[in-house]
């Protein structure tokens, strides 16, 4: 009996050690952790938006962004930010998730100067299979988003022609679907926006 409770005690010496432990470690890596998130976010935004000396999260419910559009089942508004350089605001960048990648979610940033041009796209996330809707990162692909104006993208295997046409990755339309999708829902969360009448759109303060 006593030799039961002796290793009851012990047993439990060692979880409440072990949780201490784990707390500590867990206290000293969370911070780096997420220091590590935000430079990989920032670098994304510089990516897409290279002139901006600012980012500003906008205060705003995303989820009204895409309401009623034919984007509000399969794509989510995760984050907008506002990018500035000296004070006056260059545009949006809109971070989106689609639920419908081959592998799973895949989630983008899209930079929207603020008279409605793409200024470019960033995965930021995917799951894809390797060499076929993996190449939606490749500059080849998403590059095609880059300086167009249009209300709606959509893809084509025959050759874009035209500026609202994007040439869809070989042997991968669930995916070029997929980032269609997340661009055209940025672009709806944009037009969102402007039909707000929120000042920044045409350069005031927000």
């Known amino acids: 009996m006593k030799k039961d409770i002796k290793d009851i005690f012990v047993l439990f010496l060692i979880t409440v050690v072990a949780g201490c432990l784990l707390g500590f470690v867990n206290n000293i890596t969370k911070e780096p952790i997420k220091r590590q998130h935000e430079e990989a976010k920032n670098k994304a ?5 290279p002139d901006a000396d600012r980012f500003e999260e906008m205060d705003a419910n995303y ?3 895409l309401e009623g559009s034919d984007y509000y089942e399969t794509c989510s508004v995760d984050s907008v930010i506002k990018a500035y350089k000296n004070d006056e605001l260059l545009g949006y960048l809109i971070t989106i998730t689609d639920n419908e990648g081959y592998g799973g979610d895949i989630t983008l940033v899209s930079a929207i100067k603020s008279d409605g041009t793409i200024n470019g796209i ?5 799951n894809e299979t390797a060499g076929l809707g993996m190449n939606a990162k490749k500059p080849e692909f998403y590059e095609q988003f880059a300086g167009r104006k249009v209300d709606k993208f959509v893809y084509t295997k ?3 022609t035209k500026d609202s046409e994007i040439d869809a990755i070989s042997s ?5 679907n997929a980032v269609t999708n997340a661009v055209n829902a940025s672009i709806v969360a944009y037009d969102y926006i ?3 009448s929120l000042p ?3 350069g005031g303060a927000n």
């Not at 935004?45 to 938006?49: E, F, P, Q, S």
């Not at 960033?122 to 995917?126: E, F, N, V």
């Not at 991968?172 to 070029?176: H, L, P, R, V």
């Open 63 to 65: 989820k009204l962004m």
């Open 194 to 196: 402007k039909i707000a």
């Open 122 to 126: 960033s995965i930021l996330t995917i």
């Open 158 to 160: 025959s050759g874009a």
């Open 45 to 49: 935004y510089k990516a897409v938006m």
């Open 172 to 176: 991968a339309t669930i995916t070029t």
């Open 200 to 202: 920044d759109v045409n």
